[in-house]
């Protein structure tokens, strides 16, 4: 088996674990940085197919601004649901 081949599978497989964490996790933060995690190995892949202009797209948005947008969302409400002043 050539090396690239074993470079698609390790990729492939990493984003499935990551995307089924992401889906089953009771930890949103945990489920966050999964879907990112997952966003960064799509990137790998893209690269790895000479298709660098979508691994630079995913990379930055998928893995960059989606994910930092999540996670600011989760600990702003996060932040929010744990107030107990009733306000």
């Known amino acids: 088996m ?5 470079a698609y ?3 492939a497989v990493v984003i499935l674990l990551c ?7 009771k ?5 966050a940085v999964a879907l990112g995690l997952s966003s960064v190995a799509l990137a790998a892949l893209f690269f790895l197919l000479d298709a660098r202009h979508a691994g630079i797209f995913e990379l930055s ?3 960059g601004l ?6 600011i969302a989760i600990s702003l ?3 929010i649901g744990g107030r107990k002043d009733g306000s």
Do not use: H, Y
């Open 66 to 71: 989606i994910s930092i947008l999540f996670i």
């Open 61 to 63: 948005v998928g893995a």
């Open 2 to 6: 050539a090396t690239t081949t074993l």
């Open 77 to 79: 409400t996060e932040s």
């Open 27 to 31: 930890n949103l933060l945990k489920s």
């Open 9 to 11: 599978i390790f990729l």
């Open 19 to 25: 995307a089924s964490m992401a889906v089953w996790s």
